[in-house]
Structures are given as structure tokens and as C-alpha cells.
């Protein structure tokens, strides 16, 4: 069964321009983990967020959860080309840590 | 800094063949998860192995079973391939010992073509 879901579904910007897409979950976790994936290429993991923490900062990303409404978001400051990918949100619970993805997020950056 | 191995990068297999993936995990990372990634999809868990033994199961068919040796390696075995089993293929490894052992990291996959 899917845990999450995210949007937008799609997401098209200029460079320059920040980026934020949205994770919900369904279950209680205990980690919260993005990855990129370009065109069908491997998954690059980005940031973990454990579900005692509020925000979480690397380079030009933010990642906020809110357990109390079962969501993540993801913000991409200063976007580039480069940022164009799909975006999934994973969970994992207390009980067993296989992933659980989100739908995902497609963004496009236009030069 | 070394990342998880797949082989092959690709496969092409008939319906009703047999295919074995095989993916070498990050050096001391002692678990390896399985995906399955549909055209379109978000990845699928399969299966994992904590110290060779199997951990969890997800949605894996019969006809697929999976092993992790002792030097940690894992591979994916599929028997009767079908249509339905073109996908890309991942394996991800951790290390949950370590700091950080909760991230999974990923390895570029393993893309199947069932013809």
C-alpha cells in the first residue's frame, strides 16, 4: 500500500526561482528520507529528517516535517537547470525500516 | 567514497527465462534492501537481509527469491519471467551500526526488459 503521496505531481520554474514540493504519509514513522532521480536513473539520497525533528538545513535544502499532520515538505533555494529530477519522499517506521515512497515530484527547470 | 554495486546495468530476457541481479553493498554496510521501480512508478520494497538473514518481505512474487552470502553480497533470483517484470531494479545498503545507519543508499539499478 502506497504511505505517501506528494505534490505538486509536477512543478515547472525558472532557474533562480525556489522549488518546494509537498510529502504526506498516512502511518506513524520514524524517519523521513528525500531522494532525487534523474530519467530513470538511480535514487540520490538528500536528506533524512527523524520524526523528533522539526527542520532540517543542507546547502540550498530545507526540509521541514510535521508529525502532528503526517507531512514533509522540501524546499530548494536558488534552483538550476542541474535540479531538474524527480523528487520522492520515503518513510520508514519503528516496526521496520523498508522505505516506503511517495508519487513523487517531477520538477523541471528552465534556464 | 564507494557505493553500492549492481550487475548487470542492463538485461534483456525472454518470457519464461531467468534472470539473477546482483548487487554489492557499500563496504561494512550490514543490510541490503531490494526495490522494484514500474515505468511511471515510485519504487517498490521487495525483500531485505540483515546479516545474511532475510528481514522483511514486501510485495515479491513467488517465482523471485533473494540471498545475502557472507562477504554481505546479495542476489536477486526470477524464474519465469513475465511481462510485468520489466522494471529497474534496485539495491540499496546500510549500515545500522553506524552513525547515520538509518539512510538507505542506492544503487544505480539494475534495468530489466522482459520480451
Known amino acids: 500500500s502506497q504511505q505517501g503521496e506528494e505534490d505538486p505531481q509536477a512543478l515547472s520554474i525558472q532557474e533562480g526561482e525556489n522549488a518546494t514540493m509537498n510529502c504526506s504519509y498516512k502511518?506513524?514513522?520514524?524517519?523521513l528520507q528525500w531522494y532525487r532521480q534523474n530519467s530513470g536513473r538511480g535514487l540520490v539520497h538528500l536528506i533524512l529528517?527523524?520524526?523528533?525533528?522539526r527542520e532540517k538545513h543542507s546547502g540550498r535544502l530545507r526540509v521541514t516535517l510535521d508529525t502532528s499532520k503526517k507531512s514533509s515538505s522540501l524546499l530548494i533555494t536558488a534552483s538550476r537547470a542541474a535540479d531538474t529530477a524527480s523528487y520522492f519522499c520515503?518513510?520508514?517506521?519503528?516496526?521496520?525500516?523498508?522505505?516506503?515512497f511517495g508519487t513523487g515530484t517531477r520538477l523541471q527547470v528552465f534556464p | 567514497a564507494a557505493g553500492v554495486i549492481q550487475s548487470p546495468r542492463h538485461l534483456i530476457k525472454e518470457k519464461r527465462e531467468t534472470a539473477t541481479l546482483k548487487c554489492y553493498p557499500i563496504?561494512?554496510?550490514?543490510?541490503v534492501y531490494w526495490y522494484q521501480q514500474g515505468p511511471g512508478q515510485d519504487p517498490q520494497f521487495l525483500i531485505s537481509?540483515?546479516?545474511?538473514?532475510?528481514?522483511d518481505k514486501g510485495s515479491i512474487p513467488d517465482r523471485f527469491s533473494a540471498q545475502q552470502f557472507s562477504d554481505y553480497h546479495s542476489e536477486l533470483n526470477m524464474s519465469s519471467l513475465e511481462l510485468g517484470d520489466s522494471a529497474l531494479y534496485f539495491c540499496a545498503s546500510s549500515g545500522r551500526l553506524a552513525p547515520g545507519g538509518e539512510t538507505q543508499y542506492f544503487g544505480p539499478g539494475t534495468r530489466l526488459l522482459v520480451l
Open positions: 502511518t506513524s514513522i520514524n524517519n
Open positions: 563496504p561494512r554496510h550490514d543490510t
Open positions: 520515503a518513510t520508514d517506521t519503528y516496526n521496520t525500516d523498508k522505505l516506503i
Open positions: 529528517i527523524r520524526s523528533n525533528e
Open positions: 537481509f540483515y546479516e545474511k538473514m532475510q528481514s
